[in-house]
T-cell receptor, first 111, second 112 residues
Framework: GQNIDQPTEMTATEGAIVQINCTYQTSGFNGLFWYQQHAGEAPTFLSYNVLDGLEEKGRFSSFLSRSKGYSYLLLKELQMKDSASYLCAVRDRQAGTALIFGKGTTLSVSS | AAGVIQSPRHLIKEKRETATLKCYPIPRHDTVYWYQQGPGQDPQFLISFYEKMQSDKGSIPDRFSAQQFSDYHSELNMSSLELGDSALYFC???????????FGPGTRLTVT
């Protein structure tokens, strides 16, 4: 089976940097995804990692270490609109094309 | 850019009724996924289709069925609805099965 852990809640202030960690256990790792979800809305794709290392996309970066079963999402220059839930999801060869989501981290950005 | 379209956006049904949810993927995307998200929960994978054939099956109840049509749109059919089926139902699409999935706005189903 799969097990994905991420912190339940985090808080930060505008302009700051925040790192959201995700650890996972899968038998057939085949990629890790980060999504942003505002309450009642659809998850929005942020990043995809399948090889070790850092992927940078504007204010967002995602890192993966397959040997450690670890990823993080780094958000820079935080804005109020970044207040949302951030979902870590993995794809496992045993589950085929399905994304297995973690419980999500609710980030609150204050001024 | 065109996004995933879902209809209806909101649906209210009574117990034991049936419901049909529709999903229109992003143009040229050939893979469709269905997820169920209960209140305060993470999305749970139900089922996926690739090139009009069932690809993978997750925690979809036997009361539910789905298919993908020749124009790549998909429908999720839900019968004998139960109170516990109340949730947001998301459809996602991707280009082939290996790329990132893009989610639609969801259908909020309320069973009373």
């Amino acid at each position: 089976g799969q097990n994905i852990d991420q912190p339940t809640e985090m808080t930060a202030t505008e302009g700051a940097i925040v790192q959201i960690n995700c650890t996972y256990q899968t038998s057939g790792f085949n990629g890790l995804f980060w999504y942003q979800q505002h309450a009642g809305e659809a998850p929005t794709f942020l990043s995809y990692n399948v090889l070790d290392g850092l992927e940078e996309k504007g204010r967002f970066s995602s890192f993966l270490s397959r040997s450690k079963g670890y990823s993080y999402l780094l958000l820079k220059e935080l804005q109020m609109k970044d207040s949302a839930s951030y979902l870590c999801a993995v794809r496992d060869r045993q589950a085929g094309t399905a994304l297995i989501f973690g419980k999500g981290t609710t980030l609150s950005v204050s001024s | 850019a065109a996004g995933v379209i879902q209809s209806p956006r909101h649906l209210i049904k009574e117990k034991r009724e049936t419901a049909t949810l529709k999903c229109y993927p992003i143009p040229r995307h050939d893979t469709v996924y269905w997820y169920q998200q209960g209140p305060g929960q993470d999305p749970q994978f139900l089922i996926s289709f690739y090139e009009k054939m069932q690809s993978d099956k997750g925690s979809i109840p036997d009361r539910f069925s789905a298919q993908q049509f020749s124009d790549y749109h998909s429908e999720l059919n839900m019968s004998s609805l139960e109170l516990g089926d109340s949730a947001l139902y998301f459809c996602a699409s991707s280009l082939a099965r290996v790329y990132e999935q893009y989610f639609g706005p969801g259908t909020r189903l309320t069973v009373t």
